[in-house]
């Protein structure tokens, strides 16, 4: 199991996928930071910089699901899944050391993203008030309940992945849930069943900013992405033990 | 400690409803470079798969160095190395970096094996180059390297020559004995180049529509494909009918519709000349002649190119 985690950890940064979607990322915040500074209606000040990549929750999805497709789906064209599998690697642990890299990426991409704005919004209106440790728990705060509710996302991309086995296919399919998820909480409200809306993990990047301080949100959302993470991974590995590799 | 590295007992592999492997019964003893031969869709990759677990077979058993059962043979395919079909290769990374992944995950402690193994299949130059611009040759020896990274004991390659120059083919060809001989590796070799697998190869088996047709070590094979007297005639039937009569053969086969073989007699290629032309029998070609494994093989299959 380590010799599959060391591995995916030298994928991600030898690797191209993550460098590009950093840079995609870096040159798209900037160019937001950018429209703000030159007649924008919500400046921001720095000092809340890294809530603003949920705020564009929808764009980090995609990029979410892009990684997912070209670092993940892609082995199975590229038949580098044959590699560990025919050394006699488990599947299971095959299956979770790429979870893992998505989990990693996921971080990764978030705290560049934060970390961008956070220096750009400062740049252009200033960093704000905040002593540097009501900043440091501030960021630290948004950055890692952040995290832990797009990894319930990561989660179900990984599984998407491995069921589609294609780059392509994978963009696509969480780009379809990512556009029904836009348009679920309308469809659900006109039929009274809000609350299931719940059950997904966008509900939770969705609203993190107006509930942050509400302690019932955080643990539903924190449960609800930690299951995401253990069925979705259940559901996976008895599907990719089913899998013949090509 | 098993004699058998590799045994199968009527391992099978079932697509919907047909099947693409049917009860193979395979044996490889240690040091044995088996090739396996067959047509395009005969199922050669798909037994290789089920042999590496790429595969779930849907009937029969592996056994590898002795074990079988689920996780004994996982160890097993631990002392494995494999290249099956395409070369398996991340295209955005350079072969050192390629290879680094596989040394990553084979849990080989030494960095410097990389380079070694590079070297030992002509892609230490590479450099920078991404192997996604590598010619159809580098990729198969990088598959090659891949395979051997992890000092395997058994290596399974599908098609190692395909899309090597003549250079690369005898290159491969020699680095394929040197492993066997030096290294006392075992090899399970498919391979299209018939004449080529023959040079290597100490055991064959020939799989047709999913099916072992024949298994047989090179001796059996060099028995079988013995010198033969080869008569090209406008009549095989009254050909064959008249060696039976005058000359008391009973080892004659028609291989096509003008070709006659004779597996007797052939000091006496002469007289059955002679014989056939006074009962009128056009005789076109006559002559000794041996059997190259190609032409063994298409008798074996019905024809159709390996």
Redo the contacts between chains.
């Keep these: 199991m380590t ?2 985690l ?2 995916e950890w ?2 991600l940064w ?3 996928v993550l460098h590009v979607i950093l840079l995609c990322i870096t040159a798209q915040i900037s160019l937001q930071v950018f429209a703000e500074f030159y007649g924008g209606d919500s400046p921001m000040q720095g000092q809340y910089g890294v809530t603003m990549p949920a705020g564009m929750s929808f764009m980090m999805q995609l990029w979410f699901s892009a990684f997912v497709g070209y670092f993940i789906a892609s082995e199975f064209p ?13 599947r299971t642990y095959v299956y979770v050391s790429k979870l893992f890299a998505a989990c990693v990426a996921v971080a990764v991409i978030y705290l560049v993203s934060s970390i961008v704005a956070t220096v750009g919004f400062s740049l252009a209106f200033g960093f704000g008030d905040m002593s540097l440790l009501e900043f440091a728990r501030f960021f630290s705060w948004n950055y890692g309940m952040q995290v832990l509710f797009h990894w319930g996302f990561a989660a179900l991309l990984t599984l998407i992945a491995f069921i589609s086995r294609s780059p392509i296919m994978t963009v696509l399919v969480n780009l379809a849930y990512v556009i029904g998820m836009l348009a679920l909480p309308t469809f659900l409200t006109a039929l009274g069943y809000f609350d299931v809306y719940k059950c997904f993990p966008d509900y939770y990047v969705m609203f993190f900013e107006n509930l942050s301080g509400d302690s019932a949100f955080i643990i539903h959302g924190a449960a609800m992405s930690v299951a995401y993470l253990v069925i979705t991974c259940i559901i996976g590995c008895i599907v990719f033990k ?1 899998t ?3 | 400690m098993s004699e058998y590295v590799l045994r199968t007992r009527a391992l099978s592999k079932k697509y919907g409803r047909d099947y693409a492997i049917q009860e193979i019964n395979v044996e490889i003893k240690r040091g044995q470079i088996y090739g396996l031969i067959g047509l395009n869709g005969a199922g050669k990759s798909t037994f290789m ?1 089920a042999v ?5 077979p849907t009937g029969g058993e592996v056994e590898l160095f002795g074990n079988t059962g689920d996780i004994a ?6 002392r ?1 190395g ?1 290249s ?10 350079t072969a050192e ?1 390629n290879l ?3 040394r ?4 080989v402690p030494d960095k410097s094996t990389v380079k070694k193994t590079l070297e030992s299949v002509g892609l230490a130059d590479t450099g920078k180059k991404k192997a996604k611009n590598f010619s159809l040759g580098m990729k198969q020896r990088f598959s090659l390297a ?1 395979a051997l990274i ?1 000092n395997p004991e058994f290596l399974i390659l599908d098609e190692p020559a395909n899309g090597l120059d003549p250079k690369g083919i005898i290159e491969t060809r020699e680095l394929l004995r040197r492993l066997a001989h030096e290294r006392g590796l075992t090899l399970l070799v498919s391979s299209h180049l018939l004449d080529e697998l023959a040079q290597v190869a100490t055991h064959y088996g020939i799989i047709d529509k999913g099916k072992l047709v024949k298994q047989l070590s090179a001796e059996q094979l060099a028995l079988e494909t013995k010198q033969h007297v080869r008569i090209v005639t406008n009549d095989c039937a009254q050909a064959m009918a008249l060696l039976k009569e005058r000359f008391g053969i009973t080892d004659c086969q028609a291989v096509s519709a003008n070709e006659l073989w004779v597996r007797e007699q052939i000091h006496r290629t002469g007289e059955m000349n002679t014989m056939l032309v006074k009962h009128g029998i056009v005789v076109e070609s006559i002559g000794v002649t041996e059997q190259r494994l190609e032409q063994y093989f298409m008798q074996l299959t019905g024809g159709g190119h390996a």
């Design positions: 010799t599959l060391s591995a030298y994928k030898r690797g191209k590229n038949g580098t899944m044959r590699n560990s599998l025919a050394l006699g690697k488990y089913r013949d590799i090509k | 798969r590496t677990g790429l595969v779930l043979l996982q160890r097993g395919r631990r494995i494999q099956i079909e395409t070369p398996a290769i991340y295209p955005n990374m970096q680094e992944i596989q990553i995950i084979s849990g891949t992890t």
